[in-house]
């Protein structure tokens, strides 16, 4: 054959083998539960797989295409697998019979952008009943899917720790020479990244568990570190750290990696840790809001492992996202999840910037040095201190990298601006690296007066937008403009706290307005707790510093605490649901801050509302003893997904009951009994129903209405009596919009209790009015 031809041969099949080859996309098939439960043999396990292999081999053309293409099989509780195939395939197989759904491997990100002795844990801790010793948590099992775990942190030591609790079934596997070893505190610690390589081919994957982002470590060591005294940050909060259930087992999922979190991981993961009989489920990570209808609820991998978690008795937590102020900018909206946003704490990290003129402004900074404070520095603009043939100036102006003029900035202050590109620690990188002596990062507009203590790496605050004015004011009308930057400190108790961070996501749901989400609020802004010694505090290459304790901000933050609370609920009550834990939790937070007025929100300066904390602020020990919950069955969800548009033969593929059927009326979605009361679309009057369940002692309790504006509300009966631990009453909320005139339309908030003068069971009311 002519050379030429057998070229030309080549380079076509070679075309035709990428094309299809980048045709194919990774996708999760999924089956519903596995009828062997938690009892299955390895036979069992081989035969599931060969049964997705046989299924996946049908539309693919062969057993050996089919195992090729299968890089996830699901065999634990979850029925179902992970495989590479062309969009028409995955198109057909989703309409095979026993096929549930399939929907596209895609990539989740992590939330992350003094808190426990501010909620009150260290006294009156919850006990389990008959005991007076506080319990911290003793014979629960909390893990995290997130990036891993730093297992040489103090926070993980088993000094002090109890056995392994018999039921658990999970181990260690790292095939890397600096293994994770477990111990009696650390029990678990495994890894998943077959998804993530579905999506992402040359990511940096490892065999081990271990932490190189320091993610996971922060998180788990929050929900569940052990008592650490001393711990600090380059001098910063120096006291004892530890996490909320400081008694509790943990485990480590890594199923977070420099690119993302794969959902194929985060499903294998689920399924692992169900198998491994865990109590608590964090996880700080989302994939966004969604605006696609309810069917997402269950081609979300967090909302639909989440689902078997809770079937399983197994309490999920989540964080509420980070794409704050903006409303309905929640992730993890799902009913079944304990969604939860971030606020801040009593704790505060002030920097003062002292300009030539007397002016003080007061920053926010965790700077690891300090300017000596006996001179002036002369200040500089980044948009004036721009390296010479830059084109585009705004990149001095943001103190983006080698945007900076070495011979402008030398010896001065640089005054950078905020924005949602460049990362806050990485333009006091491009400010050191030109030989600047210190930097002001100033917030514009969008981020208002959230200022956040960063770990800098040269001396450095951030101050607000309201008072960028007095700094740019004194740029603009002095000549020669000069100032200094305060060393660092520390001061507790001054700060008025919680409020609402800027970032943390709001309500309400798109896909469910009838559900008031975020569930609560804890703390997430400035959070000290155990960190990786991989990398350094700022994860910049440049940054050649390592501590084993760092500060990092978000709802990836707030979540484990919430997680750590639920540890310790489990420890006290359990034989409580996860329903119960999670109403525990809601109906007793707090809606005020440290100085008894309603929480701002910083976004606004205004006051909070329900879309931006849910049902309020965490108390752990209000939640350990409620007096009554919403303990919302499982089946209740299952109807919940009925009036979504789910039918029967899909759901029962999530319960072991294989006689359940849909109502022949839809359940109302308003009707979930749910510890909070959302109205999603008010225009004359509708009824709400809701069950209340007896976990303390016999009790009178009498409500109180606090209405939202222009709405009634008569709630029937006015008086529960209990006399026993676990009777369950039924209450109905009337509501009947009063607004005639279409300006008065919108969301209008309100509050329900149930109190016997000990308890006070509290629910946010969120109805969205309408003329009538």
Not at 252 to 270: E, H, M, R, T
Not at 333 to 352: E, G, H, K, N, Q
Not at 366 to 372: A, G, I, K, T, V
Request: with cysteine.
């Amino acid at each position: 054959m002519d050379g030429r031809k057998l070229t030309l041969l080549s380079f076509i099949l070679i075309v035709t083998i990428t094309q299809a080859c980048a045709q194919k996309k990774s996708y999760i098939v999924y089956l519903g539960h596995h009828p062997h439960g938690s009892d299955a043999t390895i036979e069992d396990h081989e035969r599931a797989k060969t049964s997705h292999y046989n299924l996946l081999a049908s539309y693919l053309g062969s057993d050996e295409q089919a195992r090729d293409a299968i890089f996830y099989s699901y065999t634990n509780h979850i029925n179902g697998f992970a495989a590479s195939m062309e969009e028409k395939e995955a198109e057909e197989l989703a309409k095979h019979p026993d096929v549930l759904s399939v929907f596209p491997n895609k990539i989740f990100k992590l939330h992350t952008t003094r808190s426990w002795s501010f909620m009150d844990m260290m006294n009156n801790m919850p006990t389990h009943r008959g005991s007076n010793k506080a319990d911290l948590g003793r014979n629960v099992i909390i893990a995290t899917l997130d990036t891993g775990v730093w297992p040489e942190s103090k926070s993980f030591s088993e000094e002090g720790m109890g056995p392994i609790p018999s039921k658990w079934r999970g181990s260690c596997e790292d095939k890397t020479k600096n293994k994770v070893h477990c111990n009696r505190k650390l029990i678990g610690a495994k890894y998943f990244y077959k998804g993530i390589l579905a999506i992402s081919p040359n990511e940096n994957v490892t065999d081990s568990a271990r932490d190189d982002l320091g993610h996971g470590t922060h998180t788990l060591s929050t929900a569940a570190g052990s008592f650490v005294p001393s711990a600090n940050f380059f001098g910063y909060a120096n006291g004892t750290a530890h996490g909320g259930a400081p008694d509790a087992h943990v485990a480590a999922y890594k199923v977070c990696w420099a690119a993302g979190c794969s959902n194929a991981d985060i499903l294998a993961a689920f399924d692992t840790a169900l198998h491994d009989n865990v109590d608590i489920l964090s996880l700080s990570l989302g994939s966004g809001p969604s605006f696609s209808g309810g069917t997402d609820f269950l081609n979300d991998a967090i909302a639909l492992g989440s689902l078997h978690a809770v079937s399983q008795g197994a309490t999920v937590v989540c964080s509420a996202g980070n794409e704050g102020p903006g409303d309905m900018s929640i992730n993890n909206a799902a009913p079944w999840i304990v969604t939860v946003a971030a606020s801040t704490i009593d704790r505060d990290y002030p920097s003062f910037l002292k300009l030539g003129d007397h002016h003080i402004i007061k920053g926010a900074s965790q700077e690891s040095e300090s300017l000596p404070q006996n001179k002036l520095y002369p200040f500089i603009s980044g948009s004036d201190a721009a390296a010479p043939g830059l084109v585009n100036v705004t990149q001095a102006k943001l103190c983006n990298t080698s945007s900076l003029d070495p011979e402008k900035v030398k010896g001065k202050i640089v005054v950078c601006m905020r924005d949602l590109e460049i990362a806050r620690v990485q333009k006091g990188m491009t400010v050191k690296d030109a030989g600047g002596a210190g930097m002001v990062l100033v917030n514009n507009e969008y981020w208002g007066d959230l200022i956040i203590a960063d770990p800098h790496v040269l001396p450095a605050t951030m101050i607000t937008y309201n008072d960028s004015f007095t700094l740019f004011s004194y740029l603009k009308d002095t000549k020669n403009p000069k100032g200094n930057i305060s060393p660092k400190d520390t001061r507790i108790g001054d700060q008025q706290a919680p409020a609402m961070a800027e970032f943390s996501s709001r309500g309400p749901s798109y896909v469910t307005p009838q559900v008031l989400k975020p569930d609560v609020t804890a703390p997430g802004v400035n959070i000290l707790a155990a960190f990786t010694e991989l990398v350094s505090p700022t994860g910049l290459d440049d940054d050649k510093r390592r501590t084993p304790y760092a500060f990092l901000s978000g709802t990836s933050m707030s979540c484990p605490h919430v997680s750590g609370v639920a540890g310790l609920l489990k420890a006290a009550h359990p034989d409580w649901s996860a329903a119960a834990i999670k109403s525990a939790i809601m109906t007793t937070a707090r809606t005020k801050d440290n100085k008894h007025m309603p929480m701002r929100d910083l976004a606004t300066g205004n006051e909070a509302t329900p879309f931006a904390y849910g049902n309020g602020h965490v108390r752990p020990n209000r939640a350990s003893d409620p007096g009554l919950v919403y303990d919302t069955k499982f089946e209740d969800y299952l109807k919940f997904l009925c009036t979504l548009g789910f039918n029967s033969t899909y759901l029962r593929g999530f319960t072991h009951d294989k006689h359940f059927d849909c109502p022949s009326k839809p359940m109302m979605l308003e009707n979930l009994n749910y510890p909070s009361i959302s109205v999603g679309a008010l225009n004359t009057t509708i009824v709400v129903t809701r069950t209340l369940k007896n976990v303390g002692p016999a009790g009178t309790y009498h409500v109180r209405v606090d209405a939202p504006p222009r709405v009634e509300v008569v709630v029937k009966p006015k008086v529960l009596v209990f006399s026993k631990v676990g009777e369950e009453k039924e209450y109905s909320i009337t509501m009947t919009s009063r607004i005639k005139d279409k300006s008065q339309e919108g969301y209008k908030f309100g509050r329900l209790m149930w109190t016997d003068g000990k308890h006070h069971v509290r629910s946010a009311i969120v109805v969205n009015v309408a003329s009538s």
